[in-house]
């Protein structure tokens, strides 16, 4: 690989196509999130719902089928609220953030290799979360310091 530089290198690098992360708050405020075993790190992580784009999905698709996946809830108010490279310094992921409300119950169906829990978190504590190192994903810390930025009141 040739760096702006004009310098040769090697990178590894991993080619991966958008994925969605989504924000999803309930009428009383209280933020949905998902516990889930993660492999590489032999643990289970607490996180927002999230997930891959499928070839001809449009992005709100995405949003509605991994939330209905993950969490068994369908939002009726989507929207696009900001994105950002999951981890540039190897892969070309970006993360498309979506906030969701006005939840209803629907069908979970998580994909085979997923085991996931839902958790409700209320609001005030997702800051002594971060803290405290129990919510360590920084895809999730990134998207809620969005949402707290610019739609909490």
Do not use: W
């Not at 995405?62 to 540039?88: C, D, F, H, Q």
């Not at 993360?95 to 006005?102: E, P």
């Not at 209320?122 to 002594?128: H, L, N, S």
């Amino acid at each position: 690989m040739k760096l702006i530089n004009g310098r040769i290198t090697k990178r590894e690098i991993v080619e991966h196509s958008t994925s969605v992360v989504i924000v999803p708050i309930c009428d009383n405020g209280d933020i949905i999130m998902i516990s889930q075993y993660r492999s590489p790190i032999k643990r289970e992580l607490l996180e927002l719902p999230s997930g891959g784009i499928n070839p001809n999905e449009t992005p709100a698709a995405a949003v509605e089928r991994e939330l209905r996946e993950e969490t068994g809830l369908k939002p009726n108010y989507v929207k696009r609220i900001g994105g950002y490279y999951s981890s540039p310094g190897f892969t070309n992921e970006f993360l498309d953030l979506y906030l969701v409300k006005d939840l209803e119950n629907s069908i979970s169906s998580p994909d085979d290799d997923e085991i996931i829990r839902v958790r409700r978190i209320k609001q005030k504590q997702i800051a002594d979360l971060i803290t405290s190192g129990q919510l360590c994903d920084a895809k999730s810390i990134a998207g809620l310091c969005i949402y707290f930025e610019n739609y909490f009141s």
